[in-house]
């Protein structure tokens, strides 16, 4: 097992688009799957939701981690851990994002299986019928692992 460089990880963090957002809730750590972007050029990864703990959580407390494996086998495997901190984003501004987020995990989604979804609906189980919290985690450190026998 060895040490992924920064730029092996971004890598795996731009060509998926599931992780497993931990967040801590009542002094509970947490840790659940999310559909997810990772945009280069504010360096976060980009997600949204509905109101509700996870929400409130991490309106609490800002700080979060997301991770995700691709695991071939036991001798064959890559993880990312990204940490970060939670922000809500408002307005025009995230319509905007939302937006970048949708044409993204697109985007991957055709890249990584061949198929190109027509609405976030597809590639997304929220159904919401309030508007969408939209919201980036502003990245502070990757870390990765990989592991090839």
Request: aromatic share 14%; charged share 25%.
């Amino acid at each position: 097992m060895k040490d992924l460089k920064t730029f092996e990880a971004i890598y795996i963090l731009k060509n998926n688009y599931i992780g497993n957002l931990s967040y801590v809730w009542k002094n509970k750590p947490y840790v659940i799957p999310i559909t997810y972007y990772f945009d280069e050029e504010s360096y976060s990864l980009i997600s949204y939701s509905g109101e509700g703990h996870k929400i409130e959580a991490m309106r609490t407390n800002n700080f979060v981690s997301m991770g995700l494996a691709e695991i071939e086998s036991a001798n064959k495997w890559e993880s990312v851990l990204a940490h970060g901190e939670f922000e809500e984003l408002n307005g025009a501004y995230a319509k905007q994002v939302l937006h970048k987020f949708a044409n993204g995990v697109k985007k991957v989604m055709f890249i990584k299986e061949d198929k190109y979804p027509d609405l976030i609906s597809d590639f997304s189980s929220k159904t919401l019928s309030r508007k969408p919290i939209i919201y980036r985690i502003k990245i502070s450190e990757i870390t990765g692992k990989v592991r090839t026998y």
